[in-house]
């Protein structure tokens, strides 16, 4: 009894523990708005119009960074659907084997029915052990939240969340209005922090504020402006920071751009269809998060041809399997059939600079992804 007890009482710790950074922003960005509402327009700009104005536009920034941080911090991640699970005879059935090649063979025998494409690196069905289920393409486990967790990109302890399939878009959208707030607010206090070195300003406290909201903002828009590009060319290229790091292994080999089905198709996969959906932190992501359509389906003949029924011969016998029990929305199975618009190399990013942008990516960025990232 008293070591579960002193190991909850732990996990309630680290609970605890994990919003300090969450805690640390909210008290940054409180700050910051009592800095430039208050101490900036309200005391010192004495132009009315210019006042009224940065007002109104820091307000619309405001709340929308605001909506998508709250948003990507409590919008739960997504496992994967009870098809996903072991059955009470399947495990049994696992337990009994003790050889590894025959546990696969069980395995394999079940992910037969499931559009599971991706493979471990040894070429193995991908099993969590502590969850007991098969593991989807692009789904792995967090060892921070103690889940498997659907398209997981990384665990982001500034959010105190997993961010993935349920919650990319929000994540995507925090950093555009995040850095978009930030160089409001650097662009529109750079003549008053002028002013201060000036001797400009008005002998008051509100100087030293406009002082320290210029170096702040400033400093934070390069580091979400990094963050920011580098989440773009991973939107543009369908891939998963985990995958950037580690790329995903199909069963005839592995392929970094396995689920890419051109610049198009990857970004209406995360943002959706209906472009005005787009810059609102509501989900509208295409898919359930479980299977993805990918252009190497039909190289992998154990599987289903396709989970997306692409293929009209296919479709009868697709739709004629157990999975998926909820079917792929329409918005999705599109995803894989051919619209001329939507051609592979239509604005795809080249190659070059794909491989500029991994030079020149910043090292600090890979390392605390890797750490703060479990799979
Ligand atoms: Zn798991
Ligand atoms: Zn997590």
Redesign the pocket.
């Known amino acids: 009894m008293a070591p579960s007890g002193s190991r909850s009482i732990k996990r309630g710790c680290q609970r605890v523990l994990y919003w300090i950074p969450v805690l640390f922003i909210a008290l940054i960005v409180a700050w910051s708005y009592y800095a430039y509402v208050l101490q900036l327009c309200i005391e010192s700009i004495e132009d009315t119009g210019e006042k009224v104005v940065y007002l109104l536009v820091y307000h619309v920034i405001f709340i929308m960074f605001v909506w998508a941080y709250w948003q990507t911090i409590f919008t739960k991640p997504m496992n994967p659907l009870k098809e996903f699970h072991l059955s009470h005879s399947d495990k049994e059935l696992l337990e009994r084997e003790d050889r590894g090649e025959s546990q696969q063979e069980i395995l394999r025998r079940i992910a037969k029915d499931l559009p599971i494409y991706t493979r471990t690196n040894s070429g193995a069905i991908r099993f969590?052990d502590?969850?007991q289920?098969l593991?989807p393409d692009r789904c792995h486990?967090c060892s921070v939240c103690?889940?498997?967790i659907l398209k997981m990109d990384h665990h982001c302890p500034w959010v105190n969340n997993c961010v993935g399939f349920a919650n990319y878009k929000f994540f995507m959208l925090f950093l555009l209005y995040s850095l978009l707030y930030c160089l409001f607010i650097t662009a529109t206090d750079l003549q008053y922090f002028i002013k201060f070195w000036t001797n400009g300003l008005p002998d008051t406290q509100a100087k030293f504020h406009i002082l320290f909201l210029f170096f702040s903002a400033s400093m934070f828009s390069v580091s979400l402006a990094s963050l920011f590009i580098y989440h773009c060319w991973l939107v543009c290229k369908n891939r998963s920071t985990l995958e950037a790091v580690r790329s995903p292994v199909f069963r005839h080999g592995t392929d970094k751009n396995g689920f890419s089905l051109g610049f198009s198709k990857n970004f209406r996969q995360v943002f959706g269809d209906e472009v005005k959906y787009w810059p609102i932190p509501v989900f509208s992501s295409l898919g359930d998060g479980c299977s993805f359509p990918t252009c190497l389906v039909n190289l992998d003949p154990e599987q289903p041809s396709s989970p997306t029924g692409s293929n009209p011969a296919n479709k009868s016998a697709a739709e004629g399997r157990q999975f998926p029990s909820k079917p792929l929305r329409e918005s999705q199975s599109r995803l894989l059939t051919s619209t001329p618009s939507w051609s592979e190399n239509e604005t795809l990013l080249d190659d070059k600079t794909a491989a500029l942008y991994q030079s020149l990516e910043p090292l600090i960025f890979r390392g605390m992804f890797d750490f703060f990232s479990s799979h």
């Open positions: 969590c502590r969850c289920l593991k486990h103690d889940k498997c």
